[in-house]
């Protein structure tokens, strides 16, 4: 039978996502619910594409425009989303999801085609030099917290974590998008980068209702650091989170991500900690190879209208920097009200 080629909708969305879980190489981010969370948090339009032959899924391809006048026109599998590109049960199910993206690329005039892949890049597709990075592994929680955190987490980290607890740290872990929306915002604002819209954390939390967990950290009453984190198969992924600027002082950080190890490996028998990518020469990179993190790089491959280029919209690229210094001084106000009409363009 030949292989049918069509978009997601509401009544195909279980199938699509039973796909996903019976595969292993897909992802979190190769879930339905993604497609609705980009088109209402940034009002970008997506175009899901499955596979279908004899009746059966076999190929699901997560797509989204992302069309700003700042930042250009990329169709991408998948904006704010570590991993993408193509799940299939066979390659021709692969080459035909392939050939559809580019072919919509085309037809909808997107210079960019973009799959943010584990793998190398197929023949044909172009490859930017290695930026992104993502870190994971196995973890063993048994319910001893001494011996899992020996376990699990490098002896500096372990001191910190203990700091931390007898500084009075706590955490809660729960679905608290205000706490900790407003420890992001303050933490990207501290680093120089717009803040996400308060709505698409809620619209996540709302989207993934058993599959998500913020664990915040407290200090006198205060929320000092913050994370929200996706749980998948046997896996945790702490994905969004931050801290204020009193957290290092604190071992806040340390903290939050041991209590997230500790919960997803007893509460939710996690196995894999998945930190989620970091840019090469930033000191998040470096923050999460002193965890005992291994930097695997992430392959961003390419499709090119004639005369197009590979998008550049990354905090490294030089034409960015006084911006950026710029932006580490605005007042949370401001960076929170101009934050999420910029951050549209940066997926």
């Excluded at 190769?30 to 980009?38: D, F, G, M």
């Excluded at 699990?152 to 740290?169: D, H, M, S, T, Y």
């Excluded at 989170?241 to 919960?263: C, D, N, P």
């Excluded at 291994?294 to 911006?323: F, Q, S």
Aim: glycine share 8%; aromatic share 12%; net charge positive.
């Amino acid at each position: 039978m030949s292989i049918k080629i069509r978009e997601l909708d509401a009544a195909s969305a279980p199938a699509w996502d039973a796909f996903v879980h019976s595969r292993p190489e897909a992802s979190f981010f190769h879930l339905s619910p993604w497609a609705k969370v980009i088109r209402d948090s940034f009002g970008h339009v997506t175009h899901y594409a499955m596979a279908e032959q004899d009746g059966a899924v076999v190929g699901v391809l997560p797509l989204a425009r992302m069309r700003t006048r700042l930042f250009g026109d990329t169709l991408a599998s998948t904006p704010f989303c570590v991993y993408g590109g193509t799940v299939a049960a066979t390659p021709e199910a692969a080459r035909a999801l392939e050939d559809h993206a580019v072919a919509l690329r085309d037809r909808i005039g997107s210079p960019v085609l973009e799959f943010r892949r584990l793998e190398t890049a197929d023949e044909g597709w172009e490859e930017r030099p290695a930026l992104y990075y993502t870190f994971r592994k196995p973890i063993a929680v048994s319910g001893d917290d001494a011996k899992d955190m020996e376990r699990n987490i490098p002896r500096k980290q372990r001191a910190e974590v203990r700091k931390g607890f007898k500084r009075g740290l706590s955490s809660t872990s729960d679905s608290n998008v205000d706490a900790l929306h407003a420890v992001y915002a303050e933490s990207v604002r501290n680093l120089g980068s717009p803040v996400f819209p308060k709505r698409y954390f809620r619209n996540l939390t709302e989207a993934f209702p058993d599959a998500h967990d913020v664990t915040t950290v407290w200090h006198e009453g205060r929320a000092v650091a913050s994370v929200l984190s996706f749980h998948f198969r046997d896996q945790v992924l702490p994905y969004y989170g931050g801290g204020t600027r009193e957290a290092r002082g604190l071992s806040a950080s340390e903290v939050m991500y041991w209590e997230v190890m500790r919960r997803a490996g007893n509460e939710r028998g996690a196995k894999v900690f998945d930190f989620g990518r970091s840019k090469s020469g930033t000191g998040a990179f470096d923050y999460k190879k002193n965890w005992g993190f291994t930097a695997e790089p992430l392959h961003y491959c390419y499709r090119l209208a004639p005369g197009a280029r590979i998008p550049d919209n990354n905090p490294n690229n030089p034409k960015y920097r006084l911006l950026i210094k710029a932006w580490k001084k605005l007042p949370i106000s401001v960076a929170n009200a101009v934050g999420p009409y910029l951050v549209r363009g940066l997926g």
